[in-house]
Each structure stands twice: as C-alpha cells, then as structure tokens.
C-alpha cells in the first residue's frame, strides 16, 4: 500500500505558474505508476498527466488542455512526484489529486489509479 500527500497548490494569477508535489510513503515507489488528475466544482474529475516510473526517468503522457504549459516529474530517491504548472488559465482552477497504480506503463483513466491523494487546492484569478 502507498500513501499521498500533496501539498504546493494556493491562488496565483492568470498567466502565473505553480508547482504541486506529490509524496509517497513506502520503500517501492519506484513500482508504482503515477498521475495527476484535477476537479472543479460541477465537474468530473479529469485526467492531467501521468509518468511512467523507470529507473532513468519515464515516459509521460498529458491531456490536451495542459499539453506544453504541464510538466510532469518525479524523483525516486525523495519519493515524490511534481507538477509544474506555467502559464495557468482561470479554467485551470480545480482541486488537483495525486494517484498511483500499479499496471503497467502511463495510465489516463481514473479507475486505473488504486491509490488517492486527499488533493491540493489550486485557484487562477482572471
């Protein structure tokens, strides 16, 4: 079992930037594949990014609405995974959640994902 935490959300403008991270308790986290998803108010919780873990860095794979302003990343030796977020828009505000799976290789679908963050908060003002 793996546990997360998130934490780097917070209200920035439009245009700005943040970084989430996303950390993971366990001794095998480099086995687990991971993912972000976000949530805004009304909405169903959508796909972000996702990497594949390897042990020279994964493959990685994000939703079009994110593509080239996201960057998914991760570091197995402080089990943690980042999101950096650049050139964020209002329609970006969401609660944005960590998750992990075990199967194999960049997964987009929520009920791929076993394991949940509690989510961080992210908030774009026009």
């Known amino acids: 079992q793996v546990q997360l935490v998130e934490s780097g959300g917070g209200l920035v403008q439009d245009g700005g930037s943040l970084r989430l991270s996303c950390e993971a308790s366990?001794?095998?986290?480099?086995?687990?594949?991971m993912g972000w998803f976000r949530q805004a108010p009304g909405k169903e919780r959508e796909f972000v990014a996702a990497?594949?873990?390897?042990?020279?860095?994964?493959?990685?794979y994000y939703a079009d609405s994110v593509k080239g302003r996201f960057t998914i990343s991760s570091t197995n030796a402080k089990n943690t995974v980042y999101l950096q977020m650049k050139k964020l828009k209002p329609e970006d505000t969401a609660i944005y959640y960590c998750?992990?799976?075990?199967?194999?290789?960049?997964?987009?679908?929520?009920?791929?994902?076993?394991?949940w963050g509690q989510g961080t908060q992210v908030t774009v003002s026009s």
């Open positions: 998750a992990a799976t075990r199967r194999v290789g960049v997964r987009i679908e929520r009920y791929e994902y076993d394991y």
């Open positions: 990497i594949a873990m390897t042990w020279n860095g994964g493959s990685t």
């Open positions: 366990g001794r095998t986290f480099s086995t687990y594949n």
